[in-house]
């Protein structure tokens, strides 16, 4: 417990404050820290927790749990385009040592750009993150699939999908998505694309398909 007897959170609380303004180094990162704990649980003040390790980041801009604790306050706040950077900044302490954890942070933040912000771009972003960490991420590969069925989506989505498909050896999806950029390609990108189209048309056996992607 951080106050006791007859002790007030919220004196206790303001008491931590002022010491912290005139502490530096080591001891007003730890009070800081006190100060979030405490206004965060004990008060239940978010906004000065929040503050308090903000602070806690400007000193120490690494300090893994002010980050951690910001990713508690700001999802209990809903504040997602706050927490969604919060999670990038995460996503790369964590990256040398916890490369796991770094794929769940990446999705996380994926999720609140396609969910909460329906943010089209950030999003596609955030799976190619993904991607380029682990090619085959199935959080990122599900998640692009359900963009292919947006329109303002699909393109994207379907770019980054031509990788993973190909690279997995998937010629049945790969041609769905090829096909899926087909809607969308100019004059340069049509030919090449449509030359594949065929091609794995006829690989799969799919005659009349094949046939249409020559007309």
């Known amino acids: 417990r951080l106050y006791s007897g007859q002790e ?17 180094g080591d001891e007003k990162l730890k009070l800081l820290l006190q100060l979030g704990q405490l206004t965060a649980e004990g008060l239940g ?9 903000k602070q806690v980041i400007e000193l ?7 980050w951690e604790a910001l990713d508690r306050l700001y999802s209990r ?8 950077s ?29 969910d909460l912000l329906k943010d089209v771009p ?4 955030s799976y190619s993150d ?26 994207g989505a379907a770019r980054l999908l031509e990788d993973v498909y190909r690279a997995a050896g998937d010629s049945r999806r790969l ?19 449509l030359a594949e189209v065929t091609a794995l048309h006829e690989r799969l056996g799919q005659k009349p398909q094949a046939f249409m992607a020559k007309l």
Not at 8 to 24: D, N
Not at 133 to 149: C, F, I, K, Y
């Open 60 to 66: 120490q801009p690494k300090n893994l749990a002010a």
């Open 122 to 125: 950030r999003a596609i972003d």
């Open 175 to 193: 041609v769905e998505v090829l096909e899926m950029r087909l809607e969308s390609a100019d004059g340069a990108e049509r030919v090449p694309l």
């Open 86 to 114: 919060v999670l990038s900044s995460l996503a790369e302490l964590v990256k040398a040592e916890a490369p796991t954890r770094r794929l769940e942070l990446l999705l996380r933040r994926a999720a609140i750009f396609e």
């Open 8 to 24: 007030s959170a919220s004196e206790l609380a303001e008491v931590t404050k002022r010491k912290a303004k005139k502490a530096t």
């Open 77 to 84: 706040e809903k504040r997602a385009e706050e927490l969604a």
């Open 130 to 155: 993904l991607l380029a960490d682990n090619p085959q991420d199935p959080g990122a590969v599900a998640g692009l699939e359900r963009m292919l069925a947006r329109p303002e989506s699909r393109d």
């Open 45 to 53: 003040d978010n906004a000065a927790a929040i503050d308090a390790y």
